[in-house]
């Protein structure tokens, strides 16, 4: 089996980012001391978002249903059909649940937050010395300022990533077993936006948020907020994952907003292809479901070097990248 995965634990708004600073903007990066924007109503203009850009936040919360995995991870089918069946659903609808009893030790989670915490406050110098490299997937990066100008995400991000899983998480398996060979995987809300809205080029993503909250999953029309629970964790459905399944499924729009008061964490698990995989629906599903192909072939490795080298995640990512991607004629 063939697992490529990437984790990523991100911190924002963060002490210090590095981004460009306004009298500097066309020199290389600089770094400026975000914490002496955090309390002033003077925040820098990269991190701007337009409010056409911006839903005005709505104080709603997303109610769906948490899934149960418990029975799934015993076998017990019965149970397993109704958590499907909620999982359908959802996926159908916007891409987005929230499962509880999903094996993972919340001791684990716990001590995931205690050493990402150790890498962020480290001054910016060390956390300099392990940059991520252009179209790297280690390292660590600041606001995305060495890539983007404007509409910059208020974070840091510590990534790192590996293959060869010897355990599929419960809800990685089951999609496993459901797409067979196909599913190979290797603050000032409302205006500034921790990461702006976008969904995940990836297949799964799979994030646990601390109890500051922030994410937010747009359905129904409107911005909602996933309240955080310790004991659950949501699973985002990307964007291969909705080309693999010819466009039923919904990549999940979402966004992370934060907030002038409390630094906000998440640990993020992206689940991915093999680079050189073609992504295209099943066959065996294409006919069962008598559909005609929604999306052109493409590998990972093609979309990941637009998402980390041309184009920055948002909305409409899919589309963009079939226009730039010579082979594809649509
Ligand atoms: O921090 C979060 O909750 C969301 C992060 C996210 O959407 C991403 O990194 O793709
Ligand atoms: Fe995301």
């Known amino acids: 089996m063939s697992v490529s995965l990437s984790v990523l634990m991100e911190s924002s708004p963060s002490p210090i980012l590095l981004c460009p600073s306004i009298e500097a903007r066309d020199e290389k990066s600089v770094l400026f001391d975000a914490s002496k924007f955090q309390k002033q109503s003077n925040l820098p203009t990269e991190f701007m978002w337009p409010r056409g850009d911006v839903v005005q936040t709505q104080e709603e919360e997303l109610n769906e249903p948490l899934i149960d995995l418990e029975g799934f991870v015993k076998g017990d089918d019965k149970v397993t059909a109704h958590a499907v069946e909620l999982v359908r659903t959802a996926c159908s609808k916007h891409g987005f649940f929230q499962v509880t009893n999903h094996g993972v030790d919340s001791k684990l989670i716990q001590a995931a937050y205690q050493e990402i915490d150790g890498v962020f406050k480290l001054p910016m110098n060390k956390k300099l010395s392990f940059k991520r490299k252009d179209g790297g997937f280690s390292g660590y990066s600041a606001a995305h300022a060495d890539r983007f100008s404007t509409k910059l995400p208020w974070k840091e991000t510590f990534s790192f990533g590996y293959r060869g899983l010897h355990s599929d998480p419960s809800v990685v398996h089951y999609f496993r077993s459901a797409l067979g060979k196909d599913f190979e995987h290797t603050g000032n809300s409302g205006l500034i936006l921790g990461?702006?809205?976008?969904?995940?080029?990836?297949?799964?993503?799979?994030?646990?948020?601390?109890?500051?909250?922030?994410?937010?999953?747009?359905?129904?029309?409107?911005?909602?907020?996933?309240?955080?629970?310790?004991?659950?964790?949501?699973?985002?459905?990307?964007?291969?994952?909705?080309?693999?399944?010819?466009?039923?499924?919904?990549?999940?729009?979402?966004?992370?907003?934060?907030?002038?008061?409390?630094?906000?964490?998440?640990?993020?698990?992206?689940?991915?292809?093999?680079?050189?995989?073609?992504?295209?629906?099943?066959?065996?599903?294409?006919?069962?479901?008598?559909e005609t192909r929604e999306y052109p072939d493409f590998t990972w490795s093609d979309l990941l070097d637009f998402t980390q080298n041309h184009y920055r995640a948002d909305v409409a990512t899919l589309q963009s990248f079939f226009r730039w991607l010579p082979s594809s004629s649509f």
């Open 195 to 290: 990461t702006g809205p976008h969904c995940d080029p990836t297949s799964l993503t799979i994030l646990h948020q601390d109890q500051v909250g922030g994410l937010e999953v747009f359905t129904d029309n409107k911005w909602h907020a996933v309240r955080p629970r310790q004991d659950s964790l949501v699973v985002n459905l990307g964007d291969t994952f909705m080309a693999l399944c010819n466009g039923r499924y919904k990549s999940c729009l979402h966004r992370a907003v934060v907030n002038r008061e409390r630094e906000r964490r998440s640990l993020v698990y992206f689940v991915c292809p093999k680079e050189d995989k073609v992504v295209r629906p099943p066959q065996d599903l294409m006919y069962r479901w008598g």
